[in-house]
């Protein structure tokens, strides 16, 4: 069901080291690049992960409630992509940490983006 997911960027090169810090723990690399747009994925699949400029030339924007949720292997790189995403200039929305009023094993991690897209990283596999 899932393909990839898109959100927009002000500054492409600004999200693109962004980005590279942030999705490096979960092993993903840039599968694809261009004026456009910059896709992350896993080594020899598809870009599942893009950052682009609107196509239609208008400034990007978040929605209210909207969130994207990045699957972790393990806790460690919850907690590896938030501090890059701290490192990077990203605003913190909720330290890593167990969510259990969500699952047991919900362990999970929450920022924005130098534009404000917030993000998730998350582990459902117990320690």
Same mark, same amino acid.
């Given at each position: %069901?899932? /393909?990839? $997911? $898109?959100?927009?960027? @002000?500054?492409?090169?600004?999200?693109?080291?962004?980005?590279?810090? !942030?999705?490096?723990?979960?092993?993903?690399?840039?599968?694809?690049?261009?004026?456009?747009?910059?896709?992350?994925? *896993?080594? &020899?699949?598809?870009?599942?992960?893009?950052?682009?400029?609107?196509?239609?030339?208008?400034?990007? /924007? !978040?929605?209210?409630?909207? %969130?994207?949720?990045?699957?972790?292997? #393990?806790?460690?790189?919850?907690?590896?992509?938030?501090?890059?995403? %701290?490192?990077?200039?990203? $605003?913190?929305?909720?330290?890593?940490? *167990?969510?259990?009023?969500?699952?047991? @094993?919900?362990? &999970?991690?929450?920022?924005?983006?130098?534009?404000? @897209? #917030?993000?998730?990283?998350?582990?459902?596999?117990?320690?």
């Amino acid at each position: %069901m899932y /393909s990839h $997911t $898109t959100i927009g960027a @002000n500054d492409l090169a600004r999200a693109r080291s962004f980005y590279d810090a !942030v999705l490096a723990p979960l092993g993903h690399e840039i599968r694809y690049s261009d004026d456009m747009l910059v896709g992350w994925g *896993l080594p &020899g699949g598809p870009p599942q992960f893009l950052v682009a400029r609107p196509f239609n030339g208008e400034p990007p /924007s !978040v929605g209210n409630g909207a %969130m994207i949720a990045l699957l972790s292997p #393990k806790r460690s790189a919850v907690n590896a992509c938030h501090a890059a995403a %701290m490192a990077q200039g990203g $605003t913190d929305e909720g330290r890593p940490g *167990l969510r259990p009023h969500y699952h047991a @094993n919900y362990y &999970g991690a929450y920022f924005r983006d130098l534009d404000g @897209n #917030k993000i998730c990283v998350v582990c459902h596999q117990p320690e």
